[in-house]
């Protein structure tokens, strides 16, 4: 069977497998945000438990934030990794080497990071936690936020 061009006004073979593929990643993106945390496979910390982490052992875990970098510029937790769901496949480069090392999933409320932890377990890390409650509860714990 022959490729016969889109009619116009019709999207073209293409455009249309993108809205597929955009279609599966929204369903997706969305049944992420309903599933129960221990579905994930993930972890959660608190901000407490975190603050007094990174007081404790700074270099004992990698905290990669995961909001917009518009929402990073606004405030992020020090030395966090900004590396946005959106673009987190083409940012694994920035992230440990070490698949097992201890990373822990920041964005503004824990929807997004848990997205963000069901990306990097297909990619091999397996020592993933989010944040409880995201920025909001950091900030609401009082804990710094650097600019």
């Known amino acids: 069977m022959a490729n016969k061009p889109a009619a116009q006004g019709e999207p073209s073979g293409v455009v249309r497998g993108f809205q597929w593929a ?3 990643f929204m369903l997706l993106v969305s049944a992420v945000m309903f599933l129960p945390p221990g579905l ?3 972890g959660t910390i608190s901000p407490q438990t975190l603050a007094k982490r990174l007081d404790v052992a700074p270099g004992g875990l990698t905290v990669v934030d995961v909001r917009t970098g518009g929402e990073f510029g606004t405030g992020h937790i020090e030395g ?3 590396a946005p769901v959106h673009a987190l496949p083409f940012r694994l480069a920035d992230l ?3 698949r097992e090392r201890e990373v822990v999933l920041v964005c503004m409320s824990g929807h997004r990071s848990r997205l963000a932890g069901l990306m990097l377990r297909l990619a091999g ?3 993933l936690t989010n944040l409880d ?4 509860h950091w900030k609401q714990a009082g804990q710094p936020a650097v600019l």
């Open 133 to 136: 409650g995201g920025m909001l």
């Open 80 to 82: 966090a990794i900004s």
């Open 22 to 24: 955009l279609a599966g």
């Open 40 to 42: 994930t496979g993930m």
């Open 96 to 98: 440990p080497e070490d």
């Open 125 to 127: 890390y397996s020592n």
